[in-house]
């Protein structure tokens, strides 16, 4: 037995629209698979656009009672959610392995990481500040600080709970209100942190979950005029889509995308610390984030005992079912993701790729873990985000080398690198053009940090005080001096 949540009144199947929780007026729905099993966990409605600009609605009127509420009301509202979270922490956890596929103990860790966020927020409401400017003959001018208004967010399933309160924290905590189209393949966990935000007290109305396709929802949010804001994590080619369909009406945008992420490893670098860093950015959510290391450089005198220690660790990863406790590598979110990874494979292999340890073994939507040595730049898993546990190793000689392949992408979100050599650490860090840089560390994600990529990974930053900057407008106020 795999599924059942302490409280059963978290898993809705129905959208929450400007406060109601209900089916579509389109009478149609999508159903959601359990990636692990391929089977159906249940269904969602297919939202229409109709719906949607109720929704959007609802948030402006919503929205214009939550501007003027007082920064600690906001912050009340978000401890309550947070508190929520974390008392509902394994129900949350277990829809998100179920629908997702993730390991528990990750979706556990995924469940605190998301609620960090309304804790952050809830504080960082209070610390909103305007400035004034040194008063002339004709006049004093004040800088205030606004909520954007009415906001969107379409969010994906690779982390379903953490990319939702991301947005949705620093949106309310700016005054904004919020519509969300989750996606369609995790759009439980979604809905259940939408339950727990009304137990908090949120306003009716406020945040709404409109479930169901893309391509309905999405053309709605962009083109409302209403909708001042559009953040937006997922793929490079959706973000650019929804740049394009939010030109005509110049929406502020937040977009995370895709990533490229090269790790490398110097000579002189510690070698636990680089392979555990390895291992810590390559397989979390079984390679599919998009901070993922995906191009593995490593200098010839550490080369091959680098790739010894790391062949050993990636030995011991177990796959399987998100609910078995021995699982480190979960499943792959669907079909496409499985051919991706063997494809990449094969065209390594076809091109040169050797591989160190166990070959890839495909079952339905599990695939073993692969470490792929002599790989070079021509082969497609250097130039395209695997999304999967695979480790391609490339070999260098000398540091200028490894910093020019690592920036031969148009990507640009996080890097890491792993050295013991303090002049090369500065060197290196600032050469890498990459919005998160890890320096002897696989892991680059906090709460208080900015999150967010340069170059074709993105537009704007999530996470530390840039995150709330991003949901507030800078207005001049001019007052006359007669
Ligand atoms: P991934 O490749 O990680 O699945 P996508 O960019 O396809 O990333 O999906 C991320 C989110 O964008 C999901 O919520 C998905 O439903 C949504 N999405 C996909 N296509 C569109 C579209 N044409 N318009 C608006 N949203 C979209």
Not at 127 to 153: F, M, W
Not at 225 to 230: A, F, I, M, T
């Amino acid at each position: 037995m795999t599924f059942s949540l302490n409280d059963p009144d978290l898993f809705r199947q129905t959208a929450f629209l400007g406060g109601d929780w209900k089916a579509s007026t389109s009478g149609k729905s999508l159903t959601v698979d359990n990636p692990s099993t391929g089977e159906i966990i249940g269904s969602i409605p297919a939202c229409t656009a109709e719906e949607t600009r109720a929704a959007i609605e609802s948030a402006r009127i919503a929205q214009g009672k939550w501007r003027r509420s007082s920064a600690a009301e906001r912050a009340g509202l978000l401890m309550a959610w947070y508190q929520l979270m974390l008392d509902n922490a394994d129900d949350l956890a277990k829809i998100m392995t179920l629908e997702q596929g993730k390991p528990l103990a990750e979706a556990k860790g995924e469940v605190a990481y998301a609620a960090s966020f309304l804790k952050w927020f809830a504080a960082e409401a209070e610390h909103v500040q305007g400035s004034a400017l040194v008063p002339t003959a004709d006049r004093r001018v004040i800088i205030l600080k606004e909520p954007v208004g009415v906001t969107a967010a379409i969010t994906p399933w690779n982390f379903p709970l953490a990319m939702i309160t991301r947005k949705c924290a620093p949106a309310l905590a700016a005054g904004c209100s919020m519509v969300i189209k989750p996606s369609e393949l995790t759009p439980y966990s979604a809905l259940a942190l939408a339950v727990l935000a009304e137990r908090a007290g949120l306003p009716r109305g406020l945040l709404s979950v409109v479930t169901g396709y893309a391509q309905e929802i999405g053309p709605e949010l962009t083109a409302s005029p209403v909708v001042r804001k559009l953040s937006f994590t997922g793929s490079t080619k959706v973000g650019s889509l929804l740049m394009r369909q939010s030109a005509d009406t110049i929406k502020k945008l937040s977009l995370e995308l895709g990533g490229n992420a090269p790790l490398i490893v110097f000579d002189d670098a510690d070698l636990s610390v680089a392979v555990s860093g390895t291992m810590l950015s390559k397989f979390r959510n079984a390679g599919q984030t998009c901070v993922c290391a995906n191009r593995v450089y490593v200098q010839s005198g550490i080369h091959d005992a680098f790739l010894e220690k790391l062949a050993a660790e990636v030995m011991t990863l177990k796959t399987g079912d998100g609910f078995d406790p021995q699982t480190q590598i979960g499943p792959l979110i669907n079909e496409a993701a499985v051919a991706k990874v063997k494809e990449h494979v094969e065209d390594a292999l076809a091109k040169g790729a050797r591989i160190v340890g166990k070959p890839l073994d495909i079952n339905g939507r599990f695939a073993s873990p692969v470490l792929l040595a002599d790989v070079t730049s021509e082969m497609r898993i250097a130039q395209e985000e695997t999304f999967g546990p695979i480790l391609p190793v490339f070999r260098f000689d000398n540091e200028q080398d490894a910093v020019q392949q690592a920036n031969a992408t148009p990507f640009g979100l996080a890097s890491y690198f792993f050295t013991n050599d303090i002049a090369r650490g500065w060197r290196v860090g600032e050469a890498l053009d990459f919005g998160m840089v890890g320096l002897n560390t696989g892991s680059i994600s906090l709460v208080s940090a900015p999150f967010g990529g340069v170059k074709q990974s993105g537009l704007g930053r999530e996470g530390g005080a840039l995150g709330l900057e991003e949901f507030l407008e800078v207005k001049s106020f001019h007052i006359g001096l007669p």
